[in-house]
């Protein structure tokens, strides 16, 4: 999986766009749609197809977006399509139609398949999630349960008979720090930006956002300090951060909020296009888009502009093109 996604050639950007995926040229977009509509036909279903998402006669609908992303995403191009929404289609109603796992499954085994997931509050419904908890503005951690084909968002009702929710909470927690670190690139240039991001396909690699300074010491055999950690999740598989010891924050502050808002689009699984503050296990946004929803910003607050005047005076830190570029807005 690569860091900077290079989607494959297709129709180009002078061709009409679909509304609704514009990674998608209106072609793209009702070949892809047909591919829906044929795949569920294919398996016995017959659904009515809109534009983000499917209905079937029972009323159940099934979003289009994470599917739509994979698709775009694929280097193969269009003619992988059909494989991989019949696949898609074929794992959707396997998990709809067949059993529940938490009816099937004994308690110790759910647990031990526990973990947490930080994800966009956009899919949350504070109804069926009410102890979903808060972990930065329009981001929240669910628990989630792990299984073969699938991962299954657990609901308030899903939890009630696992027992104590801070119990299954740190049994979530045990096992995400059991996972393996997948991959871990280095990103950096000529003028000594760099930050470290770590990869794989585990659906909780951006989740370890959960447990940083056991990850930063891991991938880098150093603890965070005292000033925490710059970091980006812009979808689920990957986790992109920075240890905060001197000025090279501020060349990495603004390539990571680039990093983020780039790595956000079109992926599925998207997460958040913002850079955080990470301390003690708080995370503070420090990048924002304006009010027409265009350009990228940072703006910092007291805390954090107090931070860089005093990483500032204390000097730059080591490489060349320390301390470069002008400093962020303060809110």
Not at 119 to 144: H, Q
Not at 218 to 243: D, I, K, N, S, Y
Not at 263 to 279: C, K, L, M, N
């Amino acid at each position: 999986m690569g860091l900077f996604r290079r989607g494959p050639r297709r129709d180009g950007d002078e061709v009409p766009r679909d509304p609704e995926f514009a990674y998608f040229s209106e072609r793209e977009a009702a070949l892809f749609r047909s591919l829906v509509r044929e795949s569920f036909a294919e398996l016995g279903l017959e659904v009515t197809v809109y534009a983000d998402y499917v209905r079937d006669d029972a009323g159940r609908q099934f979003g289009l977006g994470n599917l739509a992303a994979v698709c775009h995403n694929d280097r193969r191009g269009p003619r992988v399509w059909p494989q991989i929404v019949r696949r898609h289609v074929g794992l959707v109603l396997r998990t709809m139609d067949g059993p529940s796992a938490l009816d099937t499954l004994p308690a110790e085994q759910i647990r031990s398949q526990l973990y947490p997931r930080v994800v966009s509050g956009e899919g949350i419904d504070p109804g069926t999630f009410g102890y979903a908890r808060s972990v930065a503005p329009g981001l929240y951690e669910i628990l989630a349960l792990d299984l073969p084909e699938s991962v299954m968002m657990l609901t308030d009702e899903a939890l009630e008979p696992l027992g104590d929710l801070k119990r299954l909470r740190d049994r979530a927690l045990d096992n995400l720090r059991g996972l393996p670190v997948e991959g871990h690139e280095t990103v950096r240039d000529a003028d000594g930006m760099c930050f470290e991001v770590i990869l794989g396909d585990s659906f909780y690699t951006a989740s370890r956002v959960l447990d940083l300074d056991a990850v930063v010491r891991r991938v880098t055999g150093r603890p965070l300090g005292e000033h925490g950690a710059l970091v980006a999740l812009p979808f689920r598989h990957q986790l992109a951060f920075h240890p905060i010891r001197d000025t090279t924050i501020v060349p990495a502050l603004g390539a990571m909020a680039s990093f983020a808002a780039s790595g956000y689009e079109d992926t599925p699984g998207a997460i958040s296009p913002y850079v955080f503050w990470w301390r003690d296990g708080t995370l503070t946004q420090l990048s924002e888009r304006d009010e027409d929803g265009g350009e990228l910003r940072i703006v910092v607050g007291d805390d954090f502009q107090a931070l860089l005047e005093r990483l500032i005076a204390q000097g730059p830190g080591p490489g060349p093109g320390r301390g470069s570029g002008s400093g962020p807005d303060r809110r």
